[in-house]
């Protein structure tokens, strides 16, 4: 079974300051790793998705995440937050193995990201 | 793009009342799923469907039926709706034939509150 741990449910940083939302997983198969972001009452949004290749793989709004295998994560950064990232993030992990259930994704709890002026 | 809607985004029903959430996605998805989201809780998945008619359980089904009977539609039905039910419920859509095919695509969601 695939499992996603988001570490900090509520992550605070000032405008302009690095943003860092952590993201580890368990799978026992090379997974398919994904980043959603969430604006308050609204669905969720792809930001990047991580499936075969390179590792750094570059999203919307300036965002990045690297796979690291030996690490079993894929943490996302941002180098400047800007007011309008306020919002909150999940990862999201399938692997690609077969099977009745290939195609659903387990969810992390969410980061809460809060910008500071 | 796709498009995935949701009947309602808000809505406001009684204990015991029989609610019926819809979804729409207009992209021929195969794969439909329903998610309830609470605070520090994340998306748990309710039910899912591969196919028109079929659908299996998710994680938290108790409570909850589902009906696809047609590829674009999956409705979340509450027999009786209680107080615990009050949450977020997210549809999403994906498809094994898309460029990813484990990539899920969401409704807005409905707030839905049980009084």
């Known amino acids: 079974a695939q499992s996603v741990t988001q570490l900090g449910s509520h992550v605070s940083v000032s405008e302009g300051a690095l943003v860092l939302l952590r993201c580890n997983y368990s799978?026992?198969?090379?997974?398919?790793l994904f980043w959603y972001v969430q604006y308050p009452n609204q669905g969720l949004q792809l930001l990047l998705k991580?499936?075969?290749?390179?590792?750094l793989v570059k999203g919307i709004n300036g965002f990045e995440a690297e796979f690291k295998k030996s690490e079993t994560s894929f943490h996302l950064t941002k180098p400047s937050a800007h007011m309008s990232d306020a919002a909150e993030y999940f990862c999201?992990?399938?692997?690609?193995?077969?099977?009745?259930?290939?195609?659903?994704?387990?969810f992390g709890k969410g980061t809460l990201l809060t910008v500071n002026p | 793009d796709v498009k995935v809607t949701q009947s309602s985004r808000y809505l406001v029903k009684r204990t015991g009342e029989k609610v019926f959430l819809e979804c729409v996605q207009d992209?021929?998805?195969?794969?439909m799923f329903w998610y309830r989201q609470d605070p520090g809780l994340g998306l748990r998945l309710i039910y899912f469907?591969?196919?028109?008619?079929?659908?299996e359980k998710g994680d938290i089904p108790e409570g909850y039926s589902v009906s696809r009977e047609k590829k674009e539609r999956f409705s979340l039905i509450l027999e009786s709706a209680s107080t615990n039910q009050t949450s977020m419920y997210l549809c999403?859509?994906?498809?094994?034939?898309?460029?990813?095919?484990?990539?899920?695509?969401f409704g807005p969601g409905t707030r839905l509150t049980v009084t």
């Open positions: 999403a859509s994906s498809s094994l034939f898309q460029a990813t095919p484990y990539e899920q695509y």
């Open positions: 799978s026992s198969v090379p997974p398919y």
């Open positions: 991580y499936t075969t290749g390179a590792t």
């Open positions: 999201a992990v399938r692997a690609p193995n077969s099977g009745g259930s290939n195609y659903k994704l387990t």
């Open positions: 992209m021929d998805h195969e794969n």
């Open positions: 469907s591969y196919d028109v008619k079929m659908k």
